[in-house]
Each structure stands twice: as structure tokens, then as C-alpha cells.
């Protein structure tokens, strides 16, 4: 049964702790991902591999090497000139947040690497990305912003506004 209440809060040394291995977990993701994909192309579907399939490996290896990047600056501690921690960093574990997304995209990414294996059609599966990226978008900003209802203005402030429309020359 979970706990009741308010969830504690974290140390900053538990955040440094936690971060270096959330990091150091999604370099295994990425290892195995990688290792399941070689071995079978590499001894069983070399005459299949192409081009195209090169490049959607290099573009799978540019979306890794960005979402750790920018999961590692993030987490990036700081230190003071006595060598006391200061700043833990962003908390890569946390429930939302920006850091969730490229945790969701590095394993997007792995899977659809792993499983692209028996059709190289399952690469169309990162188009999950954008369509979730824009569905976040509609949901979040686009939508409530055309569909919010009209500001009320009082019968007052329609006059004063009426009147001021009236007395302007062109």
C-alpha cells in the first residue's frame, strides 16, 4: 500500500546519486538495444541492410546521443570552491517534467531499433514523437487559447469603448 500524505522530499546528494544512475541505466538501454540489433543484421540480415537503413541508424544514434546529452546537463551538479555540493541538479526522476520526455524517447528510440529488426517498416513508429509532441501542443496551448471564451465586458466599459470609436478621424 503506497504511502499516505505528503511525498518527503529529496536530499540533494540522494538527487546527484539517483541521477548518475538514471543515467547510467539508460547507457545500458542504449548498449542493449544496440547489441540486439547488430548481432542479428550483422550475421543473419546483412544482404537486407541498405542506406536507408544506415541513415535511420545514424539519425536513432543522434536522437541517443542528444537525450543523454541533455539528460547529463541537466543532472549536472554544482559544487562550491570547497568542494561542498551546492546544486544536485534537476531531478531526473521526477513525475513530469522535460527529463520524462527523453527518457520516453530513448526508449521509443530502442525499441523501434530492436524490432525493426523483422521489418524495416517499424521505423515508422518515431513518428510517435511528433504526433505526441503535437498533441501536447493542442492540448496544452493551441486549444484552450481558440476555444477560450470571450473576455465579459460590462455595459459600461461597451459605451466608453463605443464612444471612443466614434470620436476618432481619419
Not at 44 to 60: I, N
Amino acid at each position: 500500500m503506497p504511502p499516505k500524505g505528503k511525498q518527503g522530499t529529496k536530499g540533494q546528494k540522494q538527487i546527484v546519486e539517483e541521477n548518475k544512475a538514471t543515467i547510467k541505466f539508460y547507457l545500458y538501454v542504449i548498449a542493449g538495444a544496440n547489441a540486439l540489433y547488430f548481432l542479428p543484421t550483422l550475421f543473419l540480415y546483412w544482404d537486407s541492410f541498405s542506406w536507408v537503413t544506415g541513415c535511420l541508424l545514424g539519425f536513432a544514434s543522434l536522437v541517443y546521443l542528444a537525450s543523454l546529452q541533455s539528460m547529463r546537463s541537466m543532472a549536472r551538479p554544482t559544487y562550491s570552491e570547497s568542494g561542498a555540493l551546492m546544486d544536485g541538479g534537476i531531478d531526473l526522476n521526477m513525475e513530469s517534467g522535460m527529463a520524462e520526455h527523453l527518457k520516453d524517447i530513448v526508449l521509443l528510440t530502442a525499441i523501434v531499433q530492436v524490432i525493426s529488426i523483422f521489418s524495416n517498416y517499424f521505423w515508422l513508429l518515431w513518428l510517435l514523437v511528433p504526433g505526441y509532441a503535437f498533441y501536447m501542443l493542442w492540448v496544452n496551448i493551441l486549444a484552450p487559447w481558440v476555444f477560450a471564451p470571450a473576455p465579459d465586458v460590462d455595459e459600461k466599459k461597451m459605451k466608453k469603448m463605443e464612444r471612443r470609436v466614434g470620436k476618432q478621424r481619419f
